[in-house]
């Protein structure tokens, strides 16, 4: 994606009008305020082009990897132009080398910035990107001492970043003096730290359970993460060829692994538009919507990031994720409000709540014009859920729809489908 | 698995989302009392032949966001090894 201009060295010229006092103070603080606000709406913009990317269907499963390291690498921030540009990083390596990822997200501004590393310096050290990275993004709890995170975090003294977004490393600020990390002394650099987390076998067993959680079932199985992990650390941490091993894996298809994933918000949204080869006129609502589901692109609650699986679904998430498809096709409001949080890095959303999309449900109707009429409920239920339906319910639905024109018939049985429980698990 | 489903589960009222709490209780990421069964656990399960169509399903929304008609009509001639080549390839 590259949609935003350099946000932080507009904020920067704007803070210095601040301080020529060439402009009142309160015309300033307006321009900052407006500022704030605009970059907000882009990062709303970012967030509507990733999810009509992911429903688009081209790199599909780039665009899932990508939305697994962005809750992997969880990391906020205010800058739009920090945000694309992290987004990007985590796309161009999203199947590529996860040491070559760890490298890169390490450096990267929004990331620097979130986990204080700015701050860290020789004679004040911030612990906070070195404790991160080893509980985190490389080795998980437990499998370090608080002594390794300390001498860690010497290493990356200086790493820091510039109003453009380029990662500077500020010889000044590091401290160049000998570490002891993993028993290991020597004078090590931030690089050098992120080579030792990466040979130890514990960082590919940490990515395989992950991978594991996320692509085939919250509940794991240490057999098949064991045979991830020594995959994943055998090619040197080649993604593509651990994903291509998940998906041609006899496990991956074993009936307990499918519908045992809850979709995450996102993931329902983007199936929607992807199943359905519609698209959404006003975005306004999509960010409403993620908003009441739980799951804001690029603002994950914290640096762990979405908990995920079971915690997506409560009475209240559950009643609006029902109500989905009368409201994208049959006209009707959301009947749900968000509390703003009142985190000054959240997105601000307005409470729009009438959805407005495009669908040419006579284009979708000719996907199953083979289908006889009698088999059609039964089809499209195949078709757009992923754990078979009773056969109580299909008849209850054909019931409902009777003595309707084949294409309102096709749509009828779909919004119907869409709303039950079981369209929200994959 | 047989389930009682009332006239309210259609229509989303509220006793629709009691009905569908309840429904999630007993669904698998739940962990519920019929998948909990000791016999459909997962490092128990023996690998069952599972129709082609829905392996193909499981691993367009496990590796995306699912298919479109389609994307779903081209996969079902093909194998589930060939899919997931095709899926690397057009991420690359």
Redesign the interface.
């Given at each position: 994606m590259d949609i935003v201009k350099n946000e932080a060295l507009a904020l920067k010229s704007v803070r210095k009008e601040l301080k020529s006092n060439t402009n009142s103070r309160e015309e300033v603080r307006d321009r900052l305020k407006e500022m704030a606000e605009e970059g907000r709406q882009t990062i709303g913009s970012l967030n509507d082009a990733w999810v009509a990317r992911m429903g688009q269907g081209k790199g599909a499963l780039r665009e899932k990897m990508t939305l697994f390291w962005h809750n992997h690498f969880a990391c906020r921030s205010r800058l739009a132009n920090f945000v694309e540009q992290q987004n990007n990083t985590l796309r161009t390596h999203a199947l590529g080398n996860f040491k070559d990822l760890l490298m890169a997200i390490s450096k990267d501004a929004a990331m620097l910035q979130f986990l204080n590393n700015q701050q860290n310096r020789k004679k004040s050290p911030n612990e906070n990107f070195a404790r991160e990275v080893m509980e985190l993004f490389t080795l998980g709890r437990g499998h370090y001492t608080e002594n390794d995170i300390k001498e860690a975090a010497r290493a990356f003294t200086g790493w820091g970043f510039n109003l453009q977004g380029e990662f500077v490393f500020r010889e000044i600020f590091h401290d160049d003096g000998i570490k002891t990390i993993f028993g290991k002394t020597g004078n090590f650099q931030g690089e050098d730290v992120l080579q030792m987390l990466l040979d130890n076998p514990q960082t590919s067993q940490h990515i395989s359970t992950k991978i594991y959680r996320f692509f085939v079932n919250e509940r794991v199985n240490t057999n098949h993460t064991a045979q991830m992990a020594k995959r994943f650390y055998r090619s040197n941490y080649d993604i593509a060829d651990l994903m291509q091993f998940v998906f041609t894996a006899d496990w991956f298809y074993d009936s307990a692994n499918m519908g045992a994933q809850i979709k995450s918000p996102v993931e329902l949204l983007a199936g929607l538009q992807k199943a359905l080869q519609m698209d959404f006129v006003d975005k306004t609502p999509v960010l409403y919507l993620q908003k009441a589901l739980g799951q804001v692109l690029f603002n994950p609650p914290n640096v762990a990031g979405w908990p995920g699986g079971k915690t997506w679904i409560d009475s209240s998430s559950l009643l609006t994720r029902m109500q989905i498809p009368k409201l994208l096709f049959r006209n009707e409001t959301l009947h749900v409000d968000v509390k703003d949080s009142g985190d000054a890095n959240e997105e601000v959303i307005k409470r729009k709540k009438m959805f407005e999309v495009i669908m040419n449900w006579e284009t979708f109707a000719k996907s199953f014009e083979k289908v006889p009429e009698k088999d059609l409920a039964k089809t499209l239920a195949s078709y757009l859920i992923q754990v078979p339906i009773n056969d109580t319910i299909i008849a209850k639905i054909e019931r409902q729809v009777a003595d309707k024109e084949r294409i309102e018939k096709i749509k009828q049985y779909t919004v119907i489908l869409l709303s039950l429980p079981e369209y929200q698990v994959c | 698995?047989?389930?009682i489903?009332p006239?309210s589960?259609?229509h989303?009222d509220p006793a629709?989302?009691?009905?569908?709490?309840v429904?999630?209780c007993f669904?698998?990421?739940?962990?519920g009392s019929f998948?909990s069964n000791p016999h459909?656990?997962?490092?128990k399960?023996q690998?069952?032949a599972?129709p082609h169509?829905?392996?193909i399903?499981?691993?367009?929304?496990?590796?995306?966001?699912?298919?479109?008609?389609?994307?779903?009509?081209a996969a079902l001639s093909k194998s589930?090894?060939q899919v997931?080549?095709d899926?690397?390839r057009?991420?690359?």
């Open positions: - | 698995m047989v389930r489903v006239e589960y259609l989303n629709t989302v009691l009905v569908g709490v429904f999630l669904v698998k990421p739940f962990g998948y459909n656990q997962q490092h399960i690998m069952k599972t169509s829905q392996m399903q499981h691993l367009f929304w496990r590796a995306g966001f699912g298919a479109s008609p389609t994307e779903l009509q589930c090894a997931v080549k899926l690397l057009d991420s690359k």
